[in-house]
């Protein structure tokens, strides 16, 4: 079934709206979830197991380089599978929760990757399962299970974890989306009028245009 910079000294209100992200986040581009689909529904293990992986991981990377003041100082596509889980983890951006199943498709894929004669057995499947967090569990169907055909654990498994990391990408850049427009807006205050009542038209305006703001910047993501 188909799984469905601002340099120094640089005015925020003088950016184009789609020059948002720039320096080694155009270095690290993650998967898209287009590309992300062609992967989970082929029907190649050795495929879905290797390319997956580094669908998830190329996510984890886009989300650590989020996350760090200066993301050029740390050579993010360098360091380990595990390490970026656990740095990922110790700055608060991913859940203890998702650690465990992280950990084990890594271990999946490391035995892809090593050995000509690895398979996916319903012991290595339901080990990955189990893995799972509640939630992470609700987000792969009531139809999957410990006893589920293997490849369609893996498969839903690698859903899961991709969709749960590109979530928090999308979090964080909203985020630095929101810190810019309320930049630009106290800026545009401060030139025009005196500060105004919470309830008075003009504050009405303000709520309005922020919104606007962010879905222009939102679709030149």
């Known amino acids: 079934m188909p799984l469905a910079r601002r340099s120094a000294g640089a005015d ?27 992967i989970a529904n082929s029907t190649d293990l050795l495929n879905l197991v290797i390319r997956g992986h580094q669908a998830i991981e190329s996510v984890l990377n886009a989300v650590i ?34 650690r465990p199943s992280l950990l084990k498709l890594n271990g999946v894929r490391n035995r892809f990757a090593h050995r ?30 410990p006893t589920s055909d293997p490849f369609e654990v893996l498969r839903h498994v690698m859903a899961v974890l991709f969709v749960e990391a590109e979530n928090t990408l999308d979090k964080l850049r909203d985020g630095k989306l929101e810190i810019q427009i309320w930049h630009e807006m106290a800026q545009d205050v401060l030139k025009k009028s005196p500060v105004q009542r919470p309830d008075s038209p003009y504050q009405r305006r303000v709520a309005e245009d922020f919104q606007r703001r962010l879905l222009e910047k939102k679709s030149c993501k």
């Open 65 to 98: 380089a989020e996350s760090l003041q200066t993301p050029h100082a740390l050579e993010i596509e360098r360091l380990s599978f595990v390490l970026k889980v656990d740095l990922g983890v110790a700055m608060g951006i991913i859940t203890p929760d998702s």
């Open 12 to 38: 925020f209100s003088r950016l184009t709206i789609c020059k948002v992200y720039t320096t080694c986040m155009e270095k690290i581009t993650p998967t898209s979830s287009e590309e992300f689909l062609a």
């Open 116 to 145: 000509s004669n690895a398979s996916l057995d319903q012991k290595v499947a339901a080990d990955l399962y189990t893995t799972l967090s509640a939630s992470q569990r609700f987000a792969a169907g009531k139809d999957i299970g």
